[in-house]
């Protein structure tokens, strides 16, 4: 799995690709997270638009990530989310606990509203 970071206007963007099964890669994403909290970015849009599939380790990283941004008082969205992953969020009823968007463009605009 490779991690591409963006900072918009003081959102960070992290486009994900490959498949989230748990291991090293999927802590890589929330120590990228906790990363930008150190950096005072607590506004953050995981992109899942390139990520085939994810299991419960993957959905447990994207846990870790939004319990590190609400304890620094932050937010985390979600953009992209294939239909096979939106399913996962449904199955698991995680899809009422995140905030999800069709295009990282449109997460972003959502911190602006």
Not at 10 to 26: D, F, H, Q, T
Not at 50 to 58: A, D, E, F, L
Not at 64 to 92: P, W
Not at 103 to 108: E, F, G, I, L
């Amino acid at each position: 799995m490779t991690i591409k970071e963006e900072i918009r206007e003081n959102v960070a963007v992290l486009y994900l690709r490959g498949n989230m099964m748990g291991g090293p890669e999927s802590m890589e994403v929330h120590e990228k997270v906790k990363s930008l909290i150190g950096d005072k970015i607590t506004k953050v849009v995981i992109d899942l638009s390139k990520v085939k599939w994810m299991n419960s380790s993957g959905l447990g990283a994207i846990m870790a990530c939004m319990t590190s941004l609400t304890g620094a008082d932050g937010v985390l969205k979600i953009s992209g989310a294939t239909e096979k992953i939106q399913n996962l969020f449904m199955i698991t009823k995680l899809l009422t606990i995140f905030d999800t968007y069709e295009t990282a463009d449109r997460a972003v605009a959502s911190f602006k509203e």
